[in-house]
C-alpha cells in the first residue's frame, strides 16, 4: 500500500520527517510536501502560475505550490495513481474547530477525501503555548508520530463515508499524562479581531491580521473541549457544508415560488 504524506510547516519539518518514519512499517510512503512554510493557506490550488516539483531524496518531493497542490501533484504527476492513503502533518500547533477552514495541513487531507481516499490530519497542541507563540517546551513529535499511526493502523479497515477525513488533534504531553482518546465534534474558536496597522521605511501603511486566542465554545462533544481536557481529539470532517434543519426550513417556505424580475 502507498502512502501518500504532505504538510503545511514544509518539506524540512521535524513533524513530517517522524510522520513518514513512523508509517513506513505500514506502507511504501511518498513525501510531498511545500518547499517552505504554507501555514494558514486553507484549501487553495495554484491555478494561475506554473508550480515546479524537486527531488529531494527517495521518496521525498517538495513543491512550490499549496499543501492542496502537494496532493493533487502527487497523485496525478509522481504517483500516477490513487495512493492508499493519505496523511497530513503532524502540523506544528492546533487544528481545532473553526480554524480547520483556514489550515493548509487539513485542506490537504480534505483534497484527499475530495477524492474518496482515506484522508488524515494530525496536528499536536501545546497547550501551554502563549499568544505570542513562545514555547514552553518543545514540540514532542516522535510521541505523536507514534499516536498516529496507531490511529492509522486502527482504522485501515474501517470504511470513510464519502468525502470524509480524520482530523486528529494530540496534546503536546508526556504519554502518561494523555487522558485517552475521544472521538469529537467539530468545535468553535474565538479570537480577537484585531488589525495592527504600521508604516514601512517610505512611510507607508501596511498591516497585521489576526488577534490572540481567546477561548472556545463550551461543549463536551467538541474537539476543543477533549483537548483542553488533556485527550486526543478526533474529529471526523466531510466536504458537505449544508445545514441541514436550515435547508428543510427554506425548501418548506415559499422562497422557491419567489417571482423573479421581468
Given at each position: 500500500?502507498?502512502?501518500?504524506?504532505?504538510?503545511?510547516?514544509?518539506?524540512?519539518?521535524?513533524g513530517?520527517?517522524a510522520?513518514?518514519?513512523?508509517?513506513s512499517?505500514?506502507?511504501?510512503?511518498?513525501?510531498?510536501?511545500?518547499?517552505?512554510?504554507?501555514?494558514t493557506?486553507g484549501?487553495?490550488?495554484t491555478?494561475h502560475?506554473?508550480?515546479?516539483?524537486?527531488?529531494?531524496d527517495?521518496?521525498?518531493?517538495?513543491?512550490?505550490?499549496s499543501?492542496?497542490?502537494?496532493?493533487?501533484?502527487?497523485?496525478?504527476?509522481i504517483?500516477?495513481e490513487?495512493?492508499?492513503?493519505?496523511?497530513?502533518?503532524?502540523?506544528?500547533?492546533?487544528?481545532?474547530?473553526t480554524?480547520?477552514?483556514y489550515?493548509?495541513t487539513?485542506?490537504?487531507?480534505r483534497?484527499?477525501?475530495?477524492m474518496?481516499?482515506?484522508?488524515?490530519?494530525?496536528?499536536?497542541?501545546d497547550?501551554r503555548?502563549?499568544t505570542?507563540?513562545?514555547?514552553?517546551?518543545?514540540?514532542k513529535f516522535?510521541?505523536?508520530a507514534?499516536?498516529?499511526s496507531?490511529?492509522?493502523?486502527?482504522t485501515?479497515n474501517t470504511?470513510?463515508?464519502?468525502h470524509?477525513l480524520?482530523?486528529?488533534?494530540?496534546?503536546?504531553?508526556?504519554p502518561?499524562?494523555?487522558?485517552?482518546i475521544?472521538?469529537?465534534?467539530?468545535?468553535?474558536?474565538?479570537?480577537?479581531?484585531?488589525?495592527?496597522?504600521?508604516?514601512?521605511?517610505?512611510?507607508?501603511?501596511?498591516?497585521?491580521i489576526?488577534?490572540a486566542y481567546?477561548?472556545?465554545?463550551?461543549?463536551?462533544l467538541?474537539d476543543?473541549?477533549?483537548?483542553?481536557?488533556?485527550?486526543?481529539?478526533?474529529?471526523?470532517?466531510?466536504?458537505?457544508?449544508?445545514?441541514?434543519?436550515?435547508?428543510s426550513v427554506l425548501?418548506?417556505?415559499?422562497?422557491?415560488?419567489?417571482?423573479?424580475p421581468?
Amino acid at each position: 500500500m502507498k502512502i501518500l504524506i504532505s504538510n503545511d510547516d514544509g518539506i524540512d519539518s521535524p513533524g513530517i520527517a517522524a510522520l513518514a518514519n513512523a508509517l513506513s512499517e505500514a506502507g511504501e510512503v511518498v513525501v510531498v510536501a511545500p518547499h517552505r512554510e504554507r501555514s494558514t493557506s486553507g484549501h487553495s490550488l495554484t491555478l494561475h502560475k506554473p508550480l515546479r516539483i524537486f527531488h529531494v531524496d527517495k521518496n521525498r518531493y517538495s513543491t512550490t505550490g499549496s499543501p492542496a497542490d502537494c496532493i493533487y501533484l502527487g497523485i496525478r504527476e509522481i504517483l500516477k495513481e490513487p495512493p492508499g492513503l493519505i496523511v497530513s502533518g503532524i502540523n506544528r500547533g492546533a487544528n481545532l474547530g473553526t480554524d480547520v477552514h483556514y489550515s493548509g495541513t487539513v485542506a490537504a487531507a480534505r483534497e484527499g477525501a475530495l477524492m474518496n481516499i482515506p484522508s488524515y490530519a494530525f496536528s499536536i497542541v501545546d497547550l501551554r503555548q502563549t499568544t505570542s507563540n513562545a514555547l514552553n517546551e518543545p514540540y514532542k513529535f516522535e510521541m505523536a508520530a507514534q499516536v498516529a499511526s496507531r490511529i492509522v493502523r486502527m482504522t485501515l479497515n474501517t470504511r470513510f463515508p464519502k468525502h470524509t477525513l480524520l482530523n486528529v488533534n494530540i496534546p503536546n504531553l508526556e504519554p502518561d499524562k494523555i487522558s485517552g482518546i475521544r472521538v469529537t465534534r467539530q468545535g468553535f474558536r474565538y479570537y480577537a479581531n484585531e488589525v495592527t496597522r504600521r508604516k514601512d521605511p517610505r512611510g507607508k501603511d501596511y498591516y497585521w491580521i489576526g488577534g490572540a486566542y481567546m477561548g472556545f465554545e463550551k461543549s463536551e462533544l467538541s474537539d476543543c473541549q477533549a483537548i483542553q481536557e488533556g485527550y486526543i481529539a478526533i474529529a471526523p470532517l466531510t466536504i458537505d457544508c449544508t445545514h441541514n434543519e436550515f435547508y428543510s426550513v427554506l425548501k418548506d417556505s415559499s422562497l422557491e415560488e419567489l417571482p423573479l424580475p421581468c
